[in-house]
């Protein structure tokens, strides 16, 4: 016989569609200070779901979903990328071993 998995703690976060480029939206977005700060009233051991389309459909978020990278007006830049600044850039996942 399978069980199902019930009640199980989850974080789910709404993906929202507001724009056609980070420039247009980012009054509007949260910083990665304030997005911590959120994720500690969580529980660690919570899954994260990405809920799209009001809960119509559901997305994973894994180890190499987040990235860091620049914007301008046009266009989002990613390392390696013309145009990309390696002094403005910091390796976030470098960061992240630090704290842990």
Do not use: C
């Amino acid at each position: 016989m399978t069980t199902k998995n019930r009640n199980r703690k989850a974080l789910f976060i709404n993906g929202n569609r507001s724009g056609y480029s980070p420039a247009q939206i980012e009054h509007q977005t949260m910083t990665v200070g304030d997005l911590i700060a959120m994720l500690e009233d969580f529980d660690p051991d919570s899954l994260v779901f990405l809920s799209n389309d009001r809960g119509y459909t559901y997305g994973h978020i894994g180890d190499y979903d987040m990235w860091e990278g620049q914007y301008d007006d046009h266009r989002v830049y990613d390392e390696g990328d013309e145009g990309f600044d390696e002094e403005l850039a910091y390796n976030l996942l470098g960061d992240i071993e630090e704290v842990a």
